[in-house]
């Protein structure tokens, strides 16, 4: 004997403060599942690690095993909305895939402002809001382009699973490197700076916010509203999803659209083989259909 211990961990479990095994990770994945429809791959496991080891370390928890003792019970059920908050993947920026608001202004705002309506009722749901940007943008898109904005009937309904997102939005402040691509214009006119020492922040001026109504809401559950909307944003959520829970999600979600309403993905996402409801007439652009 050369006093050495054999290793009984791989070289990564030997560097990790806290063990992580097949079932940790196996029943935390069916966990999110459950709780949110996100499906991960083998390829998040370290993902998964790292968020979940911060809150074993806020709850001063030594072990993984303890955590999914603590979800299983009574006391865990405090414990889910943060569990949930640390897994999902909240990646947005203001006018993200710009060419939406592009087409938003053209097809959807402009021939409003050539028919002279006014009173005009207008429903505009952001499914999967994460911190704001996003519904911000339909609503700095909106009031640029409608000259009566102000004493129409606008509603943006801006929705995440995750609490702290919708906490973020309903301040509406975000940091300068947050708003720097937005333009200075459009600075000046939608922000006004917090005063405070460090990093320059800027909050949302409220005529602006003012159109938009934050709410938790996890897709997985009934959806809390009949509509009709005449556009949703649904974007760079379902890609989290696997094609069933997506299909399940836009059964419920056509009803809520008349033929003809608009409909914006994220990207890398499609209904193909997930719905008819909707026909694709731009870069994941899409049209309710009849039916
Ligand atoms: C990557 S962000 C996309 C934000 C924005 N739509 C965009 O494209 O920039 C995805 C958001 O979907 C939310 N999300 C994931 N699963 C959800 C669910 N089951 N119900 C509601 N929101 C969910 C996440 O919390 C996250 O904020």
New binding site residues.
Partial sequence: MNGLKTPVNTGREREREFEFGDEDFRSLRDLVRE????TLSEAKRELVYGRLSRRLRVLNLGSFREYRQLLASDQGKDEIGDF??AV??????FF??NHHFDYLRDAFLAPIVAAGARGQRIRIW??????G??PYSIAMTIAENLPDWQRMDIKILA????TE?VERGQNGVYREDRVAGIGAKRLSTWFREVPGAGARHYKVVPELASLITFR??????PLPFKGPLDVI?????I???DKETQRELFLRVAPLQRPGALLFL?HSESLFKVSEAFSLIGKTIYRRVAG
């Avoid at 999902?88 to 920026?93: E, V």
């Avoid at 944003?233 to 959520?237: A, G, I, K, P, Q």
């Fill in positions: 709780k949110t429809g996100i949930i908050n999902t993947t909240n990646l947005t920026s993200r895939e952001s499914a999967g809001c994460s911190s940007e996003e929705t995440d699973l995750d997102m938790r809401l996890n897709l997985m559950e944003f649904c974007r760079n959520v890609i989290y999803f994220g």
